[in-house]
């Protein structure tokens, strides 16, 4: 069955900072691979998404994400951060057309 | 932003008692889920719908179920609610079936059963 690890539940950088996010996969097919944010008492966000091409995928807010078939990762990054990136992030692994594996997802916290 | 809504936005009720939360969307997609956001649990599937009539179990069912009579509401019940279902539920609307389907969110429905 597919399935989504997060490995680090809270991350802590200072803005400014870059940020790298991890996510790594399990599914034997090419995936779908989604990232989302959820601010504080907010509902979900797709930030970018992948399912063929370009390993290198560009999003929403100066995200990026880089899929990795090699280590099955789909980590997220951004070259600077701001304090209003601060939320949670949800990894996501979606098939033909159903529902999406969730992670448990990762809070970020920006200090000045 | 996606026209999705859900209603009630917050809920408070005893355990034993019957409750529905709705979801409409304007967009008219076919597919609609229901999630459960519990803390250090992500999001997990309830139920899904693919159309009028059609739904299925997602991964966390039992407890719940669903009706879909139209295909702009999607209604999530709890026939006798519990401590356990205590949660946030969200649902969510995809937009296609095809290449990598992307899900909307709605702004979810806190429940609390006491």
């Known amino acids: 069955a597919q399935s989504v690890t997060q490995p680090d539940i809270h991350i802590t950088v200072s803005e400014g900072a870059s940020l790298e996010l991890r996510c790594n996969y399990s599914?034997?097919?090419?995936?779908?691979l989604f990232w989302y944010v959820q601010s504080p008492g907010q509902g979900l966000q797709l930030l970018l998404k992948?399912?063929?091409?370009?390993?290198l995928v560009q999003g929403i807010k100066g995200f990026e994400a880089e899929f990795k078939r090699s280590q099955s990762s789909f980590n997220l990054r951004k070259p600077s951060v701001h304090w209003s990136d601060a939320a949670e992030y949800f990894c996501?692994?979606?098939?033909?057309?159903?529902?999406?594996?969730f992670g448990k997802g990762t809070s970020l916290l920006v200090t000045p | 932003d996606a026209g999705i809504t859900q209603s009630p936005r917050h809920k408070v009720t005893e355990t034993g008692t019957p409750v529905t939360l709705r979801c409409h969307q304007t967009?008219?997609?076919?597919?609609m889920y229901w999630y459960r956001q519990d803390p250090g649990h992500g999001l997990r599937l309830i139920h899904y719908?693919?159309?009028?009539?059609?739904?299925d179990k997602g991964e966390v069912s039992d407890g719940y179920s669903v009706s879909r009579s139209k295909t702009e509401d999607f209604l999530l019940t709890l026939e006798s609610a519990t401590s356990s279902q205590t949660s946030v539920y969200f649902c969510?609307?995809?937009?296609?079936?095809?290449?990598?389907?992307?899900?909307?969110f709605g702004p979810g429905t806190r429940l609390t059963v006491l």
């Open positions: 719908s693919y159309g009028v009539k059609d739904t």
């Open positions: 969510a609307i995809s937009e296609s079936t095809g290449l990598a389907p992307r899900q909307f």
């Open positions: 967009e008219n997609h076919r597919y």
């Open positions: 992948y399912f063929s091409g370009d390993t």
């Open positions: 599914y034997g097919a090419t995936p779908y």
């Open positions: 996501a692994v979606g098939d033909s057309g159903y529902a999406l594996n």
